[in-house]
T-cell receptor, first 115, second 112 residues
């Protein structure tokens, strides 16, 4: 039972354009959502997060949108840069309602930004 | 550099053997998490320890065990290894039970 799903295994965009990565979840109890970026031979690094009481969080070129009714979140990168090419993981947790900070990850989306 | 240290970085062993993966969390972090990433798979949660005690358990096989020591470092023990155990094993840490997790660079295990 995959509680967090990233249905697009890969995405290719042109430098300077917008990248939109999508993520769906099934557990309505999730209260905290995060995006991680992963380069080859490195561990995942935190990118941006959003709590369930918000519907948008912005940090520089990165914006995360949360639609609780649809159980859907998305990551927008504007403008996209070649250095953004990596695998992006969506993750969810029960940080505030549960007694654990464990993250449930999606399968990842490989983003390629072409110069 | 996340501040989370994992050793060894690479490990090659044979089926039936036992290995131990080691993780040192960031200074001040009390929680340690172990994740497994098999080929083309997402990160699967294995187990979490908080200040020496098990806090959450995922789909961890009975052949696998973990512990967190008083100095807060953690070890993941994998025994009776099978070919399917070949994967990247990540350790992560956090201050407490929620928020951002900081990941190490992983230990790549190859079982031949």
């Amino acid at each position: 039972d995959q509680q967090v799903k990233q249905n697009s295994p890969s995405l290719s965009v042109q430098e300077g354009r917008i990248s939109i990565l999508n993520c769906d979840y099934t557990n309505s109890m999730f209260d905290y959502f995060l995006w991680y970026k992963k380069y080859p031979a490195e561990g995942p690094t935190f990118l941006i997060s959003i709590s369930s009481i918000k519907d948008k969080n912005e940090d520089g070129r990165f914006t995360v949108f949360l639609n609780k009714s649809a159980k859907h979140l998305s990551l927008h990168i504007v403008p996209s840069q070649p250095g953004d090419s990596a695998v992006y993981f969506c993750a969810a947790s029960l940080s505030f309602s549960g007694n654990t900070g464990k993250l449930i990850f999606g399968q990842g989306t490989t983003l390629q930004v072409k110069p | 550099d996340s501040g989370v240290t994992q050793t060894p970085k690479h490990l090659i062993t044979a089926t039936g053997q036992r290995v131990t993966l080691r993780c040192s969390p960031r200074s001040g972090d009390l929680s340690v998490y172990w994740y497994q990433q098999s080929l083309d798979q997402g990160l699967q949660f294995l187990i979490q320890y908080y200040n020496g005690e098990e806090r959450a358990k995922g789909n961890i096989l009975e052949r696998f065990s973990a512990q967190q020591f008083p100095d807060l470092h953690s070890e993941l023990n994998l025994s009776s290894l099978e070919l399917g155990d070949s994967a990247l094993y990540f350790c992560a840490s956090s201050v407490d039970k929620g928020g951002e997790l900081f990941f190490g660079e992983g230990s790549r295990l190859t079982v031949l």
